[in-house]
């Protein structure tokens, strides 16, 4: 079939309609670009939604008084950025279904219960490994900018600072510093659009760091100095702030300016604590 277009006298092909049309299309181009950039960059930008922060609980049955403890005093936060919580219960030391349902009834904030898939260690590449597939379901779904809060059954919440901080500042990590450089294990912020990296990233160097530094065998290597290795494998935001009470810092503190700067209290040996100090430091700061 010929295309063609006939005016007077002038036959014009559809192929010469269209080099003309090119030709003009490049002549003013730049021109329109530059007219539709600056309609664009006048109109006012979205601003981000700020991202929410989901829980990642390791407990077991021994250990279900304290965590409701832990649980009370985070509903006390009354936390607008609160996500769900999710509760990974040791496979070997699980809740019966009467706790199950007591910690169901109890709170309102959404709450989750899943068993791991081994039992729950101290340490070792197992519980990094059990950490890591956590972390990848509970990241399904979730925006880039939520933050992943992991946390222990042993944590009493006295503010909700750190976790207004984390979500305004957004980086990539952030948990309470150590002497050594890492994020201390009892609670960290991990970004989902980080955790996508470091679920994926190799273990070897991690688990080799992490058990070295401590002088342990790789069966014994601490999993919070693994998941800071991932962290900086695949970041350089990662940020170490203070923001956890040890128990040199709470002997004889009161309510008030003694615990103001303070986020969370970690019951563990390592700090001067022990799990049972929790209660009388519940009734200490909290009963009225």
Request: aromatic content about 12%.
């Amino acid at each position: 079939m010929d295309h063609t277009h006939k005016k007077g006298n002038a036959v014009i092909s559809a192929r010469q309609c269209i080099a003309v049309l090119t030709a003009y299309f490049l002549m003013v181009g730049h021109d329109m670009s530059v007219r539709f950039k600056k309609r664009t960059e006048s109109l006012p930008s979205a601003k981000a939604t700020p991202g929410k922060v989901y829980f990642f609980y390791c407990t077991c049955g021994r250990d279900f008084k304290y965590l409701v403890l832990s649980l009370k005093s985070l509903e006390l936060l009354q936390l607008d950025c609160l996500g769900k919580v999710y509760l990974y219960i040791d496979k070997k030391d699980p809740f019966t279904s009467a706790q199950t349902k007591e910690l169901k009834d109890s709170f309102t904030f959404l709450l989750e219960t899943r068993i791991t898939r081994w039992p729950l260690a101290w340490g070792g590449v197992r519980l990094l490994l059990l950490e890591l597939a956590a972390f990848e379901e509970i990241n399904t779904g979730l925006s880039p900018e939520d933050l992943i809060f992991k946390t222990d059954s042993d944590v009493l919440f006295i503010s909700d600072k750190i976790f207004k901080k984390a979500v305004s500042e957004n980086h990539d990590a952030m948990g309470q510093r150590t002497s050594e450089g890492f994020m201390e294990g009892g609670s960290y912020f991990l970004k989902s659009s980080l955790v996508r990296k470091i679920v994926r990233s190799p273990i070897r160097k991690a688990i080799h760091y992490s058990s070295t530094s401590w002088d342990v065998p790789i069966t014994m290597a601490p999993e919070d100095r693994a998941i800071s290795s991932l962290v900086k494998q695949n970041t350089s935001d990662m940020v170490l702030s203070e923001y956890r009470l040890s128990g040199y810092a709470l002997r004889g503190a009161k309510k008030g300016k003694d615990i103001e700067p303070y986020s969370v209290i970690h019951f563990s040996p390592f700090y001067n604590f022990k799990k049972e100090q929790m209660f009388v430091v519940w009734d200490h700061l909290f009963s009225e």
